[in-house]
Antibody, heavy 120, light 110 residues
Framework: QVQLVESGGGLVKPGGSLRLSCAAS????????MSWIRQAPGKGLEWVSY????????YYADSVKGRFTISRDNAKNSLYLQMNSLRAEDTAVYYC?????????????WGQGTMVTVSS | SYVLTQPPSVSVAPGQTARITCGGN??????VHWYQQKPGQAPVLVVY???DRPSGIPERFSGSNSGNTATLTISRVEAGDEADYYC?????????????FGGGTKLTVL
């Protein structure tokens, strides 16, 4: 079935780095735009970054620009988020999400999320 | 940057109709999407492009969008509808396009 599975979360000190991965299955990954979306504990959803199907177009939220890098490997059906210079306010569950084919502005498939905790 | 405003909470009795609003400047010119999120779970798309439903979403979920307000309407509310609901748009008006979520509304079924 169509599925996204995130991994790579954990506890990291402020200023540290972490690389998240999202493994896609059950659909042609290379046909879809993808995004990372995060949710701080007890808070709402916050979009982080977007990458087009080929990887040629990338956007970031202002809060992470210059610190986070989104990438994808279509041969491996995988999406990545390299997070550097991490701050306490980056603590959140990070979801990868697939664009909805009927409306590319929306997200129809989400992973279960991976928790990132930034703390000393 | 573009801001979406939702009421923090809405309460409704079972069988009644719940309406959750999402305010934004001229939001009627944008496509609005709605997500349902239950505790400990990932969000689920329940309405897209203002008023369309993805496959598998009950007809009780509907949406509208005009002027400065979009609305998610849940008819014949059930206990299982209790969740957080988020509206979302794609804002391409600035020099760098980005996704915007509302702050979320907690729906309580009394």
């Amino acid at each position: 079935q169509v599925q996204l599975v995130e991994s790579g979360g954990g506890l990291v000190k402020p200023g540290g780095s972490l690389r998240l991965s999202c493994a896609a299955s059950g659909f042609t990954f290379s046909d879809y735009y993808m995004s990372w979306i995060r949710q701080a504990p007890g808070k709402g959803l916050e979009w982080v970054s977007y990458i087009s199907s080929s990887g040629s177009t990338i956007y970031y939220a202002d809060s992470v620009k210059g610190r986070f890098t989104i990438s994808r490997d279509n041969a491996k059906n995988s999406l990545y988020l390299q997070m550097n210079s991490l701050r306490a306010e980056d603590t959140a569950v990070y979801y990868c999400a697939r664009e909805f084919s009927s409306s590319p502005d929306a997200f129809d498939i989400w992973g279960q999320g991976t928790m990132v905790t930034v703390s000393s | 940057s573009y801001v979406l405003t939702q009421p923090p909470s809405v309460s409704v009795a079972p069988g009644q109709t719940a309406r959750i609003t999402c305010g934004g400047n001229n939001i009627g010119s944008k496509s609005v999407h709605w997500y349902q999120q239950k505790p400990g779970q990932a969000p689920v798309l329940v309405v897209y492009d203002d008023s369309d439903r993805p496959s598998g979403i009950p007809e009780r979920f509907s949406g509208s969008n005009s002027g400065n307000t979009a609305t998610l309407t849940i008819s014949r509310v059930e206990a299982g509808d209790e969740a957080d609901y988020y509206c979302q748009v794609w804002d391409s008006s600035s020099d760098h396009p980005h996704v915007v979520f509302g702050g979320g509304t907690k729906l309580t079924v009394l």
